[in-house]
């Protein structure tokens, strides 16, 4: 019974609870929506306030736009009224050139009108004239013109000649000026011996004893030593010294130190004579290879071929005009080496072109032909550049001319042996190319006389007065210096002074 009204009590509380929860939810409720309808009324009343500023502000954009849009369409308005008042000018204006235009087409219409009529006259007289002129000088028309382009090639010839010296000048000036100091100073940088050479070597003797010995039994060591080393033992009069003449240079080389071992040694017969010359080419071969060794090294040109270089040491045996040929061509490398560095071109080329320029004269004696030609297809067979042959070969200018070391080359092998105390020739030599030089200057038409003066490095010529004028001096004087360039072989250079002078004899009486 407990039991029962315990739970009609709690069914009762729980019914109340909810009914009084369900009521506190309504008023809860009701409450909030009033809340919502303020903020809601709120929201409008400030977004009416928003639009209403936002509208206003955006009459007061438009506005200003407008007055800024209406500002901006007058002032076109009168950028266009000035341009078409400027416009309304011009076209005036081009009608006004156009009238003038118009006026000045009818002047020279009747101009060119005018100037027919008096061409047709002045055709007619000179055609008058012209048969006039015939009947007076004697002469036609085509007679008349040879004469006149006869004139005219003198003239033009004068002209030529004049014009070809101002040319000749300017460049001279122009050359002058960019390559004096750097010649200069290549040669000032470069210093060598004098030349010295010659064809036979002497060997002297301790005694006069010595001779008998040399020549030996019946002349047999003296036989055996000239078979064997192919030179000419001379043995006369000279006090206790003995001539090895011969002109292969190595050959004489090999035997004078032969023959200096065998007077030393003392024991003089075939056997050891053959000993000893072998021994003394063994030397001189050895001396080669390092001979060109050394020269590769002080030039600094690097992976040469051995064969090369040991032709490139035969060198130091061989002289041409007095000058030691190997010498000759480490000069030559060193100068063209410093031409090359002044011109930023590469130096190593340039020496390697300089060292091996004259390497032909190392074989010339063994193989015909020039040396340049020879050395040029050596150096190609032993696996040298192509620039390094075309050096070789063109340092003569005997050939055309591809690449600007084979001018550094050629240039730094004419400073070499043009330089004061660098070669010497022949007296014959010498005087044959005096006579060269004179036969060919008197060989032009209007010399007079020639004459080569200050050891043949200048011509004088005289000229006829009567058979020549002023403006043919300059190119006659081009000619003979083109001409001695292409037929003579000389050092240095040679000076072409060509001279025209007029004289008058009369006597008093």
Not at 448 to 474: C, M, P, W, Y
Request: glycine share 6%; aromatic share 4%.
């Amino acid at each position: 019974m407990q039991f029962v009204l315990a739970l009609v009590f709690f069914i009762v509380g729980v019914g109340i609870g909810g009914t009084a929860l369900k009521f506190w939810d309504n008023s809860r409720l009701n409450g909030v929506n009033k809340q919502i309808t303020n903020r809601l009324k709120e929201a409008e009343e400030r977004e009416e306030k928003i639009k209403q500023k936002k509208t206003a502000e955006a009459r007061e954009e438009i506005s200003r736009l407008r007055q800024e849009a209406q500002k901006d369409i007058k002032e076109r308005r009168s950028e266009i009224q000035r341009t078409e008042r400027k416009l309304e000018q011009k076209e005036e204006n081009l009608d006004k050139k156009i009238d003038r235009i118009s006026r000045k087409e009818d002047e020279l219409r009747n101009k060119n009108e005018e100037l027919d009529k008096r061409r047709a006259t002045l055709e007619a007289t000179i055609q008058q004239q012209e048969s006039k002129l015939q009947e007076i000088a004697e002469m036609t028309k085509e007679q008349a013109q040879e004469i006149l382009l006869s004139r005219t090639e003198q003239d033009a010839k004068h002209m030529l000649g004049i014009k070809l010296k101002e040319l000749e000048e300017q460049a001279q000036r122009e050359a002058d000026r960019k390559a004096r100091d750097i010649i200069l100073g290549a040669m000032q940088r470069c210093a060598v011996e004098s030349a010295g050479e010659s064809s036979i070597s002497v060997v002297p003797l301790p005694s006069e004893e010595m001779k008998g010995r040399i020549i030996g039994r019946e002349g047999r060591n003296i036989r055996t030593f000239e078979n064997l080393t192919g030179v000419d033992l001379i043995i006369d009069d000279t006090p206790e010294a003995v001539t090895l003449s011969s002109f292969d240079p190595i050959r004489r080389e090999i035997a004078r130190r032969a023959m200096e071992r065998l007077v030393v040694d003392g024991r003089i017969h075939p056997a050891r004579i053959e000993d000893l010359i072998e021994k003394a080419a063994r030397d001189i071969d050895e001396e080669m290879i390092s001979e060109g060794e050394n020269a590769v090294l002080e030039m600094g040109i690097k992976n040469m071929n051995n064969e090369l270089m040991r032709t490139l040491g035969q060198l130091k045996f061989r002289f041409s005009y007095g000058q030691n040929v190997l010498a000759h061509s480490m000069e030559v490398a060193q100068i063209a080496g410093i031409i090359a560095a002044e011109l930023g071109l590469d130096e190593e080329t340039a020496r390697r072109g300089g060292l091996l320029h004259d390497i032909g004269k190392a074989i010339d004696r063994q193989i015909e032909g020039p040396h340049a030609e020879i050395g040029a297809d050596l150096a190609k067979r032993l696996g040298e550049r192509p620039e390094i042959v075309s050096c070789i070969a063109c340092h003569h200018d005997n050939l055309e001319i591809h690449s600007v070391y084979e001018v550094i080359v050629a240039v730094a092998d004419a400073i070499s042996a043009s330089r004061p105390g660098a070669r010497r020739e022949s007296i014959d030599a010498y005087i044959k190319r005096l006579e060269n030089l004179e036969n060919i200057a008197q060989s032009f038409e209007g010399v007079t006389r020639a004459f080569a003066i200050q050891a043949g490095r200048e011509v004088r010529v005289i000229l006829n007065s009567s058979k020549t004028d002023e403006g043919s001096v300059h190119k006659l004087a081009y000619d003979i210096a083109r001409r001695v360039e292409a037929e003579l072989k000389y050092p240095g250079q040679i000076k072409i002074n060509v001279t025209r002078e007029t004289k008058a004899t009369e006597f008093a009486k």
